[in-house]
Structure formats: C-alpha cells, structure tokens
C-alpha cells in the first residue's frame, strides 16, 4: 500500500479535508464520509442487467474497489443504485452491459456525486451521462497520480559526438528543433599539417546569419603541431593543464533551437584536420 505525507485542503463544503501534498493533481473528484454515486437508468428495453464498477481511494492511500448492479425490466425511470463511499477520491468508474441485449438509443444512463442533507440526497454534480448499448459504456477516468518525482520533468544529459569534417574545413553542428541546448563542454583535438601558418583556434555560436558568442584561444598553433582544445565552465580560474592541452571557459550558454554550435578556425590549411568532437550539453524540451 503506497504511503503519502498528509495536508489539510478545504473540501468542497467547508472544513477540513486530508489531501496528498506529494500529488501533481487531484486524482479524480474529491468525496467526503458517506458521499453516494447515483447511478439512475432510463430505458424502455425490456429486461437486462447493467453494472457499475469502479475504484475508490480513501485518504490513506488503500485503493478500494466498488461495484453495483441494476437489473431492469419494462419501461420508464429505473430504481437509483447508489454506492457510499468513505472520504478519498473516485479515480475511475465505468457503466457497462452486464447482460441481455440492449437496443441502441434506448438505454440512458446518469452518473451522480450525491450528499446527505438530512432525510434527504442531493445530488451535487453529474459526473457522467450518456448512451449504453452492447458494446459501449459510460464512464469516468482513469485518472493518474503520482508523486512529483514521476510528474516533474528532468533535463537529459547528452553526450554528441560529431563526426568529423573534412580535411581543411571546420565543424559545425545545430540544435535539434524544439529543445533548448545548455552547453556544458566541447571537446576537440586539431592536427595541424607542415605547411607554416598561424591557425587561431575558436568556437562559435550563431543562428546562421548573427554570431552571438565567440570564444578564441590565446595562443596560436603552429605547423605540425597536434592539440587538444576544451572549452567548460572553469569558474574564474583557469590554466592551461599542459602544452599540447588548451582550457578555455565557456559559461554554460544557452542555444535555442536552429541555433549553430561551430569551430572556426583561421588561417587553416587545406589538410589540416579537426577530430574527437564532443559536445555535451543539457537538453530542455
């Protein structure tokens, strides 16, 4: 039986009514001590049984289930069944054939939250009205719950390894359409050919027209040298951890969706190659 922290929450009428703090949403609809569901039958078929069954869950967490049966014979208003229910929430019922045959748009059925006023039942609110025939019921829910751990969404942590570009050419990858992309690091490694040059190393972030973010590294890379570079949020200190390895801080930013993640890297030869790009970042959808 599964267990809930209690809360005090005001019922419909007044007073104090326990409710479940851990749930996103009520169950269903909220009943107090000797609450009835009215079930009322109107059919000129001529003899038949319908059921009424449902589920029930009482303020401490026990799930109890009910059921009714009405057995009609002739024609007009049926006899009320009624179904008394302890304090808790209905999470589901249904109205069905049980036997006999029924003739289609000749069986109506209504479904009532009732309460005791005295000597007499009120009914509060329909819950349910409609057709029954032999192969279609009337019915409530089913309703959901859950604690918020099951109800809350949690951002997925992604690991992108992009494949690399061509000899001579720069990566570039985009944001996936209707997520937003917090970037927690990028990774790569550029292998510089013989040719002498100058390649100043960076990462870009646009939307294909404007550039919105560029992070270059303070140091140049030469001819033949092979270099890992990584971008992350250092806090606000940061060194480079060797010669041949670059950190460089990046902030955690967020790229909308279209939004392009990209190196861009001057002065780079025709056979100089970037490979090991990763990309790790939070996806919020």
């Known amino acids: 039986m599964p267990e809930y922290t209690m809360v005090q929450m005001p019922p419909l009428d007044g007073g104090v009514q326990p409710g479940f703090i851990g749930l996103p949403s009520a169950p269903g609809p909220i009943v107090m001590n000797g609450d009835v ?49 302890s304090a808790g929430w209905i999470i589901g019922f249904d109205v069905a054939r049980e036997s006999g045959t029924l003739t289609d748009g000749e069986v109506q059925a209504s479904v009532h939250l009732g309460r005791n006023a005295g000597s007499l039942l009120q009914k509060v609110c329909c819950l349910a009205s409609g057709e029954i025939t032999n192969i279609r019921s009337l019915g409530l829910g089913g309703y959901t719950y859950g604690t918020p751990a099951s109800a809350t969404s949690v951002p997925t942590v992604t690991t992108l390894s992009v494949a690399n570009p061509a000899p001579g050419a720069d990566f570039s990858t985009t944001v996936t359409a209707s997520q937003v992309w917090e970037l927690q690091a990028i990774r790569f490694v ?92 939070r996806a919020y959808v």
């Not at 009405?70 to 179904?83: D, H, K, L, P, R």
């Not at 040298?225 to 010669?243: I, M």
Request: proline share 2%; glycine share 10%; net charge neutral.
């Open 37 to 85: 569901l009215i079930l009322s039958l109107t059919t000129s078929d001529s003899t038949g049984v319908i059921s009424f069954r449902g589920r029930h869950m009482r303020t401490d967490g026990e799930i109890v289930p009910f059921e009714r049966s009405m057995t009609f014979s002739g024609t007009g208003t049926q006899t009320e069944v009624i179904a008394t229910l």
């Open 190 to 281: 550029l292998t510089c050919s013989v040719t002498v040059a100058n390649r100043e190393v960076s990462i870009t972030l646009d939307d294909g027209t404007n550039v919105y973010l560029k992070i270059a590294a303070t140091t140049n890379q030469t001819a033949s040298q092979a270099k890992g570079y990584n971008f992350g949020d250092l806090g606000s200190a940061w060194t480079s951890s060797g010669a041949g390895n670059f950190m460089l801080p990046l902030g955690r930013p967020l790229v909308a969706a279209g939004g392009r993640i990209r190196s861009s890297v001057q002065n780079i030869d025709a056979t100089d190659q970037l490979s090991g790009i990763f990309i790790n970042y």
